[in-house]
């Protein structure tokens, strides 16, 4: 034992809550320094990068390649400034760790993919100083005292971990793989590429192109019911109460009574609305005046235009309309009036609407399935390390 780990002891009843049988005897504690220390990275303009295979690793991961390399793997790479709590792992290979980031310099025969889960026990965001751009101050992260295994149970655990982010990995890439097929599906479909057809095998009849303003009306009904919740408006939730996710808004009774009513099926566009987001509303509530509310003229699937709203060919005629604006592409209900939407027929309509949803009813199941595998890993890190 050096000099400065003279303060390093075992202590019997160090344990981790769970532990994988045939291990015994306590874990040690020991300062970050003495586990993996880090160091900052190394200087690397963009104009002096030269095309290679040697990844650099930013802050926030690898983002480009060099013709050289400072480092070989295994490597540890964490963000220095700006991206703080992100962490790069690398198993085989040279690496250039970019001055953006942190790299764990001798893992001093511990081992390092376990080293790389210890790191996400520690909360390194917490060591960030810097109210602007943060920064992680690394020796106030040497200081911190963690809790290590014997080398054979740190394999152990490691081998156990990466299994799970194998797991996750899979299910990310089960989910972008029906994104993608709803996404590619969805581009055929309203683009009239594929049709289905009646239950008799007969077509449908050809589709009717309608402006936006003889499919939708603005509704600007003010808000006289104080007991209808205030929707949050937003891309991942559509319309949604805000009491249902963490929306910090703040709102007195009376700025409430400018605020438009929202019914179940209605569409909401943000005036900035990204891409022309336009939100489908699966409750009822109220909303800021600043939003457009549309309400459907005539019979429709209102599930239709949900997707089509996100689909490529409106968002390309969206954007194109919007060319040239100054203002941020501030979409108006004028703008959303001059647009052509495709209207087929009600049996169509709901064939179509069937079809996607039965993809989007896959891809949220799978969601599911991954934000368990999250919160599985999760309880494991917490429980598996001291």
């Keep these: 034992m050096t000099e400065e780990n003279k303060s390093v002891k075992n202590f019997p009843n160090l344990l981790?809550?769970?532990?994988?049988?045939g291990f015994e005897g306590s874990w040690t504690s020991i300062k970050i320094e003495n586990i993996a220390p880090l160091q900052r990275g190394f200087d690397l303009p963009s104009q002096n990068i030269v095309n290679g295979n040697i990844p650099i690793v930013y802050s926030n991961g690898i983002l480009k390649f060099h013709n050289e390399s400072k480092c070989t793997a295994p490597g540890l790479i964490t963000g220095r400034s700006g991206t703080i709590?992100?962490?790069?792992?690398?198993?085989?290979?040279?690496?250039?760790?970019?001055?953006?980031?942190?790299?764990?310099?001798?893992?001093?025969?511990?081992?390092?993919?376990?080293?790389?889960?210890?790191?996400?026990?520690?909360?390194?965001?917490?060591?960030?100083?810097?109210?602007?751009?943060?920064?992680?101050?690394?020796?106030?992260?040497?200081?911190q005292i963690c809790n290590i295994p014997p080398v054979n149970e740190q394999k152990k655990i490691s081998s156990f971990f990466?299994?799970?982010?194998?797991?996750?990995?899979?299910?990310?890439k089960i989910i972008e793989q029906l994104e993608t097929l709803i996404k590619g599906v969805g581009y055929k479909l309203f683009n009239k590429k594929i049709r289905f057809k009646n239950t008799d095998l007969s077509e449908f009849p050809c589709w009717e192109s309608k402006k936006g303003n003889e499919v939708f009306s603005n509704i600007s009904n003010k808000n006289h019911n104080s007991e209808l919740p205030i929707l949050a408006i937003t891309q991942e939730h559509g319309a949604i109460?805000?009491?249902?996710?963490?929306?910090?808004?703040s709102v007195t009774d009376k700025s409430v009574e400018s605020y438009k009513i929202v019914e179940k099926g209605d569409f909401i566009i943000s005036l900035r609305s990204f891409q022309g987001g336009i939100e489908y509303s699966e409750y009822n509530g109220i909303c800021s005046p600043a939003y457009i509310i549309l309400r459907n003229k005539t019979e429709v699937n209102s599930y239709?235009?949900?997707?089509?709203?996100?689909?490529?060919?409106?968002?390309?005629?969206?954007?194109?309309?919007?060319?040239?604006?100054?203002?941020?592409?501030?979409?108006?209900?004028?703008?959303?009036?001059?647009?052509?939407?495709?209207l087929p027929s009600l049996n169509e309509q709901n064939k179509i609407t069937n079809f996607l949803s039965s993809i989007q009813g896959k891809i949220e199941m799978e969601k599911q399935i991954l934000e368990k595998l999250k919160l599985q890993k999760k309880f494991l890190l917490a429980n598996l390390f001291v």
């Design 16 to 21: 981790p809550k769970l532990r994988f049988k």
């Design 85 to 143: 709590g992100k962490f790069t792992f690398l198993e085989e290979g040279a690496y250039w760790p970019h001055n953006t980031s942190l790299w764990v310099t001798n893992f001093f025969d511990n081992d390092p993919k376990f080293i790389y889960y210890l790191y996400h026990t520690i909360n390194i965001e917490n060591f960030s100083t810097g109210s602007g751009v943060p920064t992680l101050n690394r020796n106030n992260v040497h200081n």
């Design 162 to 172: 990466t299994s799970i982010d194998n797991r996750i990995s899979t299910q990310k």
């Design 241 to 249: 109460p805000r009491d249902f996710i963490d929306f910090q808004i």
């Design 304 to 342: 239709f235009y949900k997707y089509y709203f996100k689909s490529e060919s409106y968002i390309k005629q969206l954007n194109k309309k919007l060319e040239g604006i100054r203002d941020g592409k501030m979409i108006s209900y004028a703008y959303f009036s001059d647009i052509n939407l495709p």
